[in-house]
């Protein structure tokens, strides 16, 4: 292997790829990785002729690092996706009771509060807006007023817990909207560079497939190595589902 390609001088190339040269990837890219990895294992043994009929060294010196790039990537972007979407299933889960005890509270109140207009006009302004952020912060000023004015919730056997309960579930519903919406700069700059390792291992991949399937032609023993196993499925079953579609339009001709 060439002592002047490393892993960072890879992963120099990889952030410094023109937008031009930026692939959005067409397959799931852990399967893509993967079919990388078996394809360099393997056309190893046919290194020495495929560089014979012109395939730079360069890409299989450098496919391991690349492989690596690719993969980190792939797992960092996949890490946040996840963080995401637990998220959004714990959003899913938690707001409906946040939702309704918010309405209580404001029930509670206007009941306890009947009688003073200021206190009314606070809980009138609490109860406005009507998204998940309102309802987050609406919790925390619920909590925050009913903590100022316990005289008058103690005058109807207002549970004052509930007030803790609103201060928690306002905290943790924050952190997990917060993380439900996810970091939009911190998205976007994590699947850019999944894209650039990706479509810098691509390129490698592309060369050295065309190169072997030009070599081994004839050869469908060494052939088949060459070929991807994920658009060969998509495209047997493509033609299986034609098929069935051709012979239900025949047999409702009959």
Not at 4 to 10: D, K, L, V
Not at 37 to 61: M, S
Request: aromatic fraction near 8%; include cysteine.
């Amino acid at each position: 292997m060439s002592d002047q390609i490393t892993q960072a001088s890879e992963l120099e190339i990889v952030n410094a790829l023109p937008s031009d040269q930026i692939k959005v990837p067409t397959q799931p890219v852990d399967v893509f990785i993967q079919e990388a990895e078996n394809q360099l294992k393997w056309c190893t043994p046919d290194k020495d002729t495929l560089i014979a009929k012109g395939l730079n060294p360069y890409y299989f010196d450098s496919m391991p690092f690349a492989l690596a790039i690719c993969r980190e990537a792939q797992a960092s972007w996949a890490a946040e996706q996840k963080i995401k979407s637990d998220a959004a299933k714990a959003w899913q889960e938690q707001s409906p009771a946040a939702y309704k005890l918010r309405d209580q509270l404001i029930a509670d109140f206007r009941y306890a509060f009947r009688n003073d207009p200021d206190l009314l006009k606070a809980v009138a302004l609490i109860a406005e807006g009507s998204s998940n952020a309102d309802m987050i912060q609406d919790l925390a000023d619920l909590a925050a007023l009913g903590n100022k004015n316990l005289p008058l919730l103690a005058a109807i056997n207002f549970n004052n817990r509930y007030l803790g309960t609103a201060t928690n579930t306002s905290t943790n519903l924050a952190l997990v909207l917060a993380e439900a919406n996810g970091d939009k700069n911190s998205e976007n700059a994590t699947l850019l560079f999944r894209n650039k390792a990706y479509s810098h291992l691509k390129t490698k991949v592309d060369e050295i497939r065309v190169c072997g399937k030009y070599v081994f032609r004839n050869d469908k023993s060494r052939l088949k190595g060459y070929k991807s196993a994920f658009w060969r499925k998509k495209y047997m079953n493509r033609t299986k589902a034609e098929k069935k579609e051709k012979n239900q339009i025949e047999q409702a001709k009959n």
